[in-house]
């Protein structure tokens, strides 16, 4: 979803009515429909008035496309749905069912954090397929197909000159089509900014494409040393590659971010809830990192329902509303969304399922500021 319709969702007043379940399953259907029961039944539990409660156990049941699992946000107000996302893979942390003045939105940042838009480049000799991914979407948002030149695009063994000149034509088709394809590509990069290009297919057809990129398409190349473009060719190897390539590119921001966050020592960042609170308060937030398990913090802010959007006491409400008392969390991710910050969740590391869990503090939130300390000093002198 697009962040300004996160903005327009928060700026609507409320209550709200939000669930965080599993998506449609496998199970049969009778299971299945206790399931979604159980999920009203918990936000009639939670204060959810029976319109809202209905009108998500309604959503639910329609299926959406995604394989299972997958996992669904959903938010209602007086009995209509204003949202109902949908994610491929399982639920990140426990299901949630909640009723108040503000949305619950973290499960949905949750998954929003972890997603990254990519371009799959599938290449061979006559031409390629070009799809525009986002992570956990489970369709295609562009796709792109590149039907080249095929005649006499396979090299022959005439022999002697005859070889040598219908080696020589071949490998201009090729490199023909493939610069066709790297037109389509540079565009793409250009109109749609991905965090990386995987390119897998035919190795040759690899070569000439990365020839016709410019050396900055070039260094956002994941290669994948598989010809998926085959017919019947197993898809496991990109698949791989596509998901270490998120991870990689996932661990990089929330370095980057901790990284600027320390750069002189700590102006152009703010950690901890006290800085990190008075930087969202003056819109100073680039981008806010949490730990997931601030998610399960119980310190509370105050939900405002204006600028400066979050408050720890009254006094600093600045002619404001109290909303609601909301967890740390969500507090300062409401407000980094209300304020145009990106906000990035931590998860925990990945361990084995009979492994223990790391008993550490839960660590404080951090943020990369748009502008640093000494900044409003030399504005002052």
Not at 82 to 91: K, M, V, Y
Not at 110 to 137: C, K, M, Q
Not at 316 to 326: F, W
Request: with cysteine.
């Amino acid at each position: 979803m697009s962040d300004q319709r996160l903005v327009d969702l928060l700026g609507r007043s409320g209550p709200w009515t939000c669930a965080y379940a599993d998506g449609p399953g496998v199970l049969p259907q009778v299971e299945e429909e206790a399931l979604r029961r159980s999920v009203r039944e918990r936000l009639a539990q939670a204060g959810a008035p029976p319109e809202d409660a209905e009108a998500i156990e309604s959503a639910l049941e329609s299926r959406n496309g995604l394989p299972s699992p997958s996992a669904r946000v959903v938010l209602a107000r007086t009995g209509v749905v204003e949202l109902d996302e949908g994610f491929i893979g399982a639920r990140i942390g426990p299901e949630r069912m909640a009723h108040g003045p503000v949305p619950s939105i973290l499960p949905l940042l949750r998954h929003l954090s972890a997603t990254t838009r990519y371009l799959v480049v599938e290449t061979s000799r006559d031409g390629a397929d070009i799809r525009l991914e986002t992570s956990g979407h489970g369709r295609s948002d562009d796709h792109t197909e590149i039907e080249g030149d095929t005649v006499d695009i396979t090299k022959v063994q005439a022999g002697g000159m005859a070889h040598a000149k219908y080696h020589r034509y071949a490998e201009n088709v090729w490199k023909h089509n493939q610069d066709d394809v790297a037109s389509a590509v540079s565009a793409l990069i250009r109109e749609q900014h991905p965090a990386f290009v995987a390119i897998a297919g035919d190795v040759r057809a690899r070569q000439l494409l990365g020839e016709a990129l410019t050396d900055t398409e070039r260094a956002l190349v994941v290669e994948v040393d598989a010809h998926t473009r085959a017919d019947g060719a197993d898809s496991a190897e990109l698949d791989a590659a596509l998901a270490d390539a998120i991870r990689e590119r996932m661990s990089a921001a929330i370095g980057e971010v901790r990284d600027r966050a320390a750069v002189d020592s700590g102006s152009g960042g703010a950690e901890g809830i006290a800085d990190v609170v008075a930087a969202l308060q003056q819109a100073r937030v680039e981008t806010l990192l949490l730990d997931a398990r601030m998610l399960d913090d119980e310190r509370t802010l105050l939900a405002l329902d204006g600028p400066p959007w979050l408050a720890a006491d009254e006094s600093e409400r600045l002619g404001t509303t109290v909303l609601a008392t909301v967890s740390v969390a969500e507090a300062l991710a409401r407000a980094a969304v209300l304020t145009d910050a990106r906000v990035l969740i931590e998860e925990e590391e990945t361990v084995a399922d009979d492994a223990p869990r790391d008993d550490r503090p839960v660590r404080e939130p951090v943020a990369a500021l748009r502008w640093a300390d000494d900044a409003d000093a030399s504005d002052q002198a």
